[in-house]
């Protein structure tokens, strides 16, 4: 069969499967939002800290034609400052992300600079792809990744 034969059969397929997207809502989307967020972290290390998120964030939650969420984006201009309680040192990282939700609001997916708890190796700066399997203290817990990553206590030691 020539490649002229096989790309007609693809096009007819494609055209006899039903579009998801025709039958789609328009994407709900939110402008960017200023925001900046203190969160304590007595335990997080074998010393306190506390993490200053600040930056701009907006989204896109993707619904089918019934108006009900299929999935979700989230990104920004994101940055996290760690700082020891107990002697003031700080660093400041990057952590735009961004985050991709599913229909429930979940995130699933994130790519990019984090800092979040892994799974088997407490608190991290990853970067790279992540896969996220539920939460931890609230926090979107990575369980399997390619990329690379650091300790966070070991940073901020």
């Keep these: 069969m020539g490649k002229t034969a096989v790309s007609?059969?693809?096009v007819l397929v494609a055209c006899l499967i039903p579009s998801t997207v025709a039958k789609?809502?328009?994407?709900?989307r939110t402008q960017p939002t200023?925001?900046?967020?203190?969160?304590?972290?007595?335990?997080v290390c074998a010393f306190p800290m506390t993490a200053t998120v600040r930056g701009r964030t907006h989204s896109i939650t993707f619904l089918d034609a019934s108006g009900n969420?299929?999935?979700?984006?989230?990104?920004?201009q994101l940055f996290?400052?760690?700082?020891?309680?107990?002697?003031?040192?700080?660093?400041?990282?990057?952590?735009?992300?961004?985050?991709?939700?599913d229909a429930e609001g979940n995130a699933v997916l994130g790519t990019g600079?984090?800092?979040?708890?892994?799974?088997?190796?407490?608190?991290?700066?990853?970067?790279?792809?992540l896969t996220f399997d539920g939460t931890l203290d609230g926090f979107s817990l990575i369980s399997t990744m390619n990329g690379s990553s650091r300790s966070l206590c070991d940073l901020m030691a």
């Design 113 to 129: 600079r984090w800092t979040t708890p892994m799974v088997d190796t407490g608190w991290v700066l990853a970067a790279g792809h």
């Design 8 to 10: 007609s059969i693809l």
């Design 80 to 101: 996290v400052t760690w700082q020891r309680d107990d002697t003031g040192f700080s660093r400041t990282f990057a952590i735009s992300g961004p985050t991709f939700f």
């Design 34 to 43: 200023a925001f900046e967020v203190v969160i304590p972290f007595p335990d």
């Design 24 to 28: 789609a809502s328009p994407p709900q």
């Design 69 to 76: 969420a299929i999935r979700g984006f989230a990104g920004g």
